[in-house]
């Protein structure tokens, strides 16, 4: 059974950091491009940041450069998600996604709330 499960969502500060875990069980990720997106109160759902299959290059959006910071394990099968110096903009639930040119996973999401 494929599944994404993310954690580490919570309640912080503006300036303050948090940690997005995304396990993944029923595939690999290796295999796949893996994604952080997130999606704030009457708002689209956006792309905060993604890692490619070949070469495990990064991208983000310009609004968490320099900011956040991706990365996955893929003997854990887990991907990351460090979030520093957090503003009340970054208020959204964060959702995990995992894309081939066959599949597409989500998880059920993690809720950030930024305090300012």
């Known amino acids: 059974q494929v599944r994404l499960v993310e954690s580490g969502g919570g309640l912080v500060q503006s300036g303050g950091s948090l940690r997005l875990s995304c396990a993944a069980s029923?595939?690999?990720?290796?295999?796949?491009?893996m994604s952080w997106y997130r999606q704030a109160p009457g708002k689209e759902r956006e792309l905060v940041a993604t890692?490619?299959?070949?070469?495990?290059?990064?991208n983000y959006a310009d609004s968490v450069k320099g900011r956040f910071t991706m990365s996955r394990d893929n003997v854990k099968n887990t991907q990351y998600l460090q979030m520093n110096s957090l503003k009340p903009e970054d208020t959204a639930v964060y959702y995990c996604n995992a894309r081939n040119y066959l599949y597409d996973y989500w998880g059920q999401g993690t809720q950030v709330t930024v305090s300012s």
């Open positions: 890692i490619t299959t070949a070469g495990g290059g990064t």
């Open positions: 029923g595939f690999t990720i290796s295999r796949y491009a």
